[in-house]
């Protein structure tokens, strides 16, 4: 049952994410593709914009893809966990818990749904499995967490900063 649950889980939080991505990508469902998605990266003063945009992407995408089969486990999880760490920090973390008010809930639950898959591993319904794939445990989640936490500090710490909002002398 175990396997199950761990199935079931991998493939909601994975291909949610990965059609995440796919609007980023692609501009499916509704989605900004990269035009916008760069654009967005601009407005939220990461800089580079592109490349930051392009990874951010992929790591939905390909994380999510990777996520729902089970595969190189925990890569997937690891590249989730960063987008959505940024994610939290910049745009959600001011607005509060609630999604409703555009705030962390969302992101913190497929935070820790990662975070989670990442220490379990995938299960014995998934292509790492099937294949044979073992990262070495402990050592695999501590350096992937490290890199993890490294990334999102680089994309922190590089953004530009705030724009100078210059008050002008009101005429009496």
Known sequence: MVALGLLILRLVIGLTLAAHGAQKVFGWFGGPGMTGWTGAMNRMRIRPATPWAWMSALAELLGGIGLALGLLSPLPSAAIAGSMLVAMVIVH???GFFVTKGGYEFNLAILASVAALALTGPGAYSL????????PEPVSVIVVTILVVAGVAVALLTRAPEPVVESKPQVT
């Open 93 to 95: 973390l001011p607005k």
């Open 128 to 135: 790492d499995a099937a294949l044979g794939i073992r990262f």
